[in-house]
């Protein structure tokens, strides 16, 4: 675990946001994305895994040694929790070694937590839900704060087809999926609905962007004797998992992003779709229904339901400026209501709201 400097030492860190699952995953994409936001107005540091060098940064011997002194014009430094073993690493400073910690707790689930989860949740000095479907699951006061994107780092291509090209793919347009390749993601149902429409559209060419765990390679495999049988290999293409310097060009440069989760926390590539001015087809599952604005931004299709997203598909690849017309949508949307800097200021609130005597 690196530690990086804090921002001119521990004693002007007034909120930690702990990133203390080994695997890169869409919490640790958050924090990544909201720091540099909320280094404007507050002094955070980051702690754990996949941190960059450009982030404010401490470690646990930084906590160990110095936490017990508060920073400097404030009662208590905030621990801002994702996971329950961030939440029970928060109640172990404050509650047995006795730092001045309070805790906040984002939840994205949209299920019932678990008796442990639960346990933790009711020891948060503050709660705070990604959306009306998590806030449904929680049984403590709390307050709705939706995710955002940034809209600098995702922005419209000026030429999409010119970005396409420089891809060195076929076909003249993409269609692709962002994330793990799972049963979860519909990655399969993916497959599906190209393995039908790709020869009805030479000039598309289908990319699956995200890690493939070895857990899951059978399920990858099956997915590839599909496409073989199809006809299909040299326009279905895994991509594997690239570096996030690397994602907001291809959110870029696909004319559509499909979304067919068959069920999902929040999710935010219809956000990092929409900012980029890319047309979203999307499953009815996690918060997407919030998001995609259905026949203006995009189009949400049935979970699960390969024939819902097969027609919603053949509908966009048949008129690729209908899809161009709903990216454009999709971008004013985000800037109305999906900002990443709107985020960051709904939760200082939040964290202003413990610091008040």
């Not at 907001?248 to 989760?261: C, D, E, G, K, M």
């Not at 400026?321 to 939760?347: K, N, Q, V, Y």
């Amino acid at each position: 675990m690196s530690a990086g400097p804090a921002p001119a030492g521990l004693a002007d860190v007034e909120v930690v946001a702990p990133n203390l699952n080994r695997r890169f995953s869409g919490v640790t994409a958050t924090v990544l994305a909201l720091l540099p936001h909320q280094k404007r107005s507050l002094g955070i540091a980051a702690l754990g895994h996949h941190l960059p060098s450009d982030l404010p940064r401490i470690g646990w011997a930084d906590i160990l040694r110095h936490g017990w002194t508060p920073p400097k014009g404030r009662p208590f430094r905030i621990w801002h929790a994702r996971r329950n073993i961030e939440m029970l690493a928060g109640v172990l400073l404050r509650d047995v070694l006795r730092q001045p910690w309070k805790i906040v707790f984002t939840s994205a689930a949209q299920r019932d937590h678990s008796a442990y989860t639960k346990f933790l949740i009711r020891r948060m000095d503050a709660v705070i839900a990604t959306s009306p479907q998590a806030a449904r699951f929680l049984e403590i006061p709390h307050r709705i704060v939706m995710h955002g994107v940034d809209l600098e780092r995702f922005r419209p291509a000026q030429d999409r087809n010119a970005e396409w090209r420089k891809t060195g793919l076929p076909g003249r347009y993409g269609v692709g999926v962002f994330g793990r390749v799972r049963h979860q993601k519909g990655t399969d149902l993916f497959a599906d609905a190209m393995c039908a429409l790709l020869p009805k559209y030479p000039e598309a060419t289908a990319v699956v962007i995200g890690l493939a765990t070895p857990d899951n390679r059978a399920f990858v495999e099956t997915i590839r004797q599909r496409v073989a049988a199809a006809g299909l290999a040299d326009r279905f293409l895994f991509l594997g998992e690239l570096p996030s310097s690397e994602i907001p060009s291809w959110f870029a440069r696909l004319l559509i992003h499909v979304a067919p989760q068959r069920w999902e926390g929040f999710g935010l590539t219809p956000l990092e779709s929409m900012a980029s001015g890319t047309a979203v087809v999307a499953s009815h599952a996690g918060v997407f229904p919030s998001l995609v604005e259905h026949e203006k931004t995009g189009l949400l299709v049935e979970t699960g339901d390969p024939g819902s997203l097969i027609a919603a598909l053949d509908r966009l690849m048949a008129n690729p400026a209908l899809a161009e017309e709903m990216g454009r949508a999709g971008r004013r949307r985000a800037e109305r209501h999906f900002s990443i800097s709107g985020e960051a200021r709904a939760i200082g609130e939040v964290y202003e709201t413990l610091w008040k005597p």
